[in-house]
């Protein structure tokens, strides 16, 4: 099966600069999504398509997907953006099965 | 504006036969431009992807569950359904439906979005 590896937590202060790593073999082959979810809540996608960003998601959300890795960077971050956050990751093909990253929780000091 | 919305029983014996259903209102379950999926999170987990089902009812399961899932349209009642068989303890989780944009001629690929709120469902003797 395919494996998706994140870091369990992220810790950083308001203001500064998140990143988020979602590890497999050759991701940047394939697609990866970005999902934000708070507690007792359904998950919301923050990032489509490795580093498009939905419409109402600030601009201080961004995407790359290359290689072996695909990261999640949140600038200037936010009391509010305290949440756990997961990759997905699809394709190539229409019919290969999804995955999701264990996820990160992301601290706001 | 799309909305999803689970249904089904919140607790199960071990063995049993689980069957959720996602209501679909403000668009409809034949879109030529929508996978409907299936995921869940056992409480305090991660997300697990379950599957999904296309209009013309073309499915893609998770491998793992494979063997004991079946997904299934509605049209005339604008809902999908999963059933997953021989259900044990490992199975309790929160079960969400969700909508994804996916054109299979461009490749373009929007995402799960949306969600429905999640059912909350738990199995145990």
């Known amino acids: 099966s395919y494996v998706v590896t994140q870091p369990p937590s992220v810790s950083v202060a308001p203001g500064r600069t998140a990143r988020i790593t979602c590890g497999a073999y050759n991701i940047g082959g394939k697609g990866v999504h970005w999902y934000q979810q708070k507690p007792g809540q359904a998950p919301v996608v923050v990032i489509y398509q490795n580093s498009d960003r939905p419409s109402g998601i600030p601009e201080r959300f961004s995407g790359s997907n290359s290689g072996n890795t695909a990261t999640l960077t949140i600038n200037r971050v936010e009391a509010g953006d305290e949440a756990d956050y997961y990759c997905?990751?699809?394709?190539?093909?229409?019919?290969?099965?999804?995955?999701f990253g264990s996820g990160t929780k992301v601290n706001v000091l | 504006q799309v909305q999803l919305q689970e249904s089904g029983p919140g607790l199960l014996k071990p063995s049993e036969t689980l069957s959720l259903t996602c209501s679909v209102s403000?668009?409809?379950?034949?879109?030529?431009?929508?996978?409907w999926n299936w995921i869940r999170q056992p409480p305090g987990k991660g997300l697990e992807w379950i599957g999904y089902?296309?209009?013309?009812?073309?499915?893609n399961y998770n491998p793992s569950l494979k063997s004991r899932i079946t997904m299934s349209l509605d049209t005339s009642n604008n809902h999908f359904s999963l059933n997953m068989t021989s259900v044990t303890a490992a199975d309790t989780a929160f079960y969400y439906c969700?909508?994804?944009?996916?054109?299979?001629?461009?490749?373009?690929?929007?995402?799960?979005?949306?969600w429905g709120q999640g059912i909350l469902v738990t199995v145990s003797s």
């Open positions: 089902i296309y209009n013309t009812g073309y499915t």
């Open positions: 403000g668009g409809s379950v034949t879109s030529k431009s929508h996978f």
């Open positions: 997905q990751v699809w394709g190539p093909g229409s019919d290969d099965p999804y995955v």
């Open positions: 969700a909508r994804e944009t996916y054109d299979i001629l461009t490749g373009f690929n929007g995402g799960l979005d949306p």
